[in-house]
Each structure stands twice: as C-alpha cells, then as structure tokens.
C-alpha cells in the first residue's frame, strides 16, 4: 500500500461536515444518533482549525510510519510540494462525499500502531461506521427491502 498527504480539500470536507454536524443537528445527515466524541466535536472556527490541524499531523504520522527510512525535514513539503503547509476554510461536501474524505483520511493514517494507539483515528473510524449505517438507513432503497 502506498500512502500520501491528502489535499487540504479532504481535511477540510470532514472537520466542516462535523462542524456542521453540530451547528444543525435537526437538518443534518451526518449526526448519527449517538454523536458524542470529544475530540470530533467542532463547535466554532477556532476548534475547526484546531481538528483540521490535528487530522493532519495525524497524516503525516501515518506517512512517517509507512516511509520509516526517509529523512523528512517537512513531510508535508515532500509529499506535496504544491501545498505545504494546512490551511482550514469551510468546504461543504454531499454526505457520501463526506463520508469517502473521512474512510480517504483514515486510510492514508492507518500505519504502524495508529489504528490501535490514537484516539483521534479510533473516534474518527467509529464515527465513520456510524455516519455510513445513517446513510444507508436514509436511503430509500434500504427502507424498500423486505425485512423477515
């Protein structure tokens, strides 16, 4: 498996979906019923800076883990030259878009003992298991089959 730096696009799509996510719980499809992790809750822009940021440096430790030989003076820098550096801004996303930039991102971070170790990956991994459950029982075709 290769692994690489996601676009700030990517980060961005999650920290705002779950910003969202609490800014309008009635009209929002990305709160599943039992939305209470922590470190996911994003109530302003200054904790939507801080998540996305978070979300990165978790990137870049998941990378670090999968190239162990290389000599990184800035990850970021040599994974993708074109941006360096995270920047945070609002990017709005469909919900199964949402949900695909959040399975992208756990992805690229899953090396070494993150999954087992991080908290971060372990509350974004559960709550991605309970965003997809949430769209798939809002789907119409989920509603339509046969059950018993």
Not at 49 to 54: M, T
Not at 60 to 88: C, H, L, T
Not at 91 to 100: D, G
Not at 110 to 127: A, R, S, V, W
């Amino acid at each position: 498996m290769s692994a690489y730096i996601v676009e700030d696009k990517v980060i961005n799509q999650i920290v705002s979906g779950l910003q969202d996510a609490i800014k309008f719980p009635k009209h929002n499809i990305f709160v599943p019923d039992n939305l209470d992790h922590v470190l996911l809750r994003v109530n302003d822009d200054q904790e939507a800076k801080e998540l996305g940021l978070k979300l990165f440096e978790l990137n870049v430790r998941g990378i670090k883990n999968r190239y162990p030989d290389m000599e990184y003076k800035n990850p970021a820098e040599e994974f993708r030259p074109s941006n360096p550096g995270y920047q945070y801004r609002h990017e709005f996303s469909k919900p199964m878009q949402f949900l695909m930039s959040i399975r992208c991102l756990l992805y690229q971070c899953c090396e070494g003992n993150i999954p087992e170790t991080n908290k971060l990956y372990q509350q974004l991994e559960d709550y991605s298991k309970e965003l997809a459950l949430t769209l798939i029982f809002a789907m119409p075709e989920y509603s339509n089959c046969h059950w018993g």
